[in-house]
C-alpha cells in the first residue's frame, strides 16, 4: 500500500490510499481500498517521519472497528 505525491499511482502496482498530505506525522488516518474481488478494506494508516503503515480496522479480539 502506499501514497502518492499526486494521488495518482504508485509503484509496484500498490493500492493508493490517498496522497501524501492524508496522513499526519505521528497520526493514524482512516484509508479504504477495494481489493481485486471488489470487496472495500478499512485501514487505518500511521505515518512516522518518511514511513507509513497500514493496520486493518478492526479489533482482532472483538471484531469492531478500532475507529
Not at 499526486?6 to 509496484?12: E, K, L
Not at 471488489?38 to 469492531?64: I, K, M, N, S, T
Amino acid at each position: 500500500m502506499a501514497a502518492a505525491e499526486t494521488g495518482a499511482g504508485a509503484s509496484g502496482g500498490d493500492p493508493v490510499l490517498g496522497r501524501w498530505s492524508d496522513f499526519p506525522d505521528g497520526a493514524a488516518a482512516p484509508a479504504s481500498y477495494r481489493r481485486a474481488d471488489g470487496r472495500e478494506v478499512a485501514v487505518l494508516v500511521v505515518r512516522r517521519g518518511a514511513g507509513l503503515r497500514a493496520y486493518l480496522d478492526l479489533c482482532p479480539h472483538q471484531y469492531l472497528p478500532l475507529t
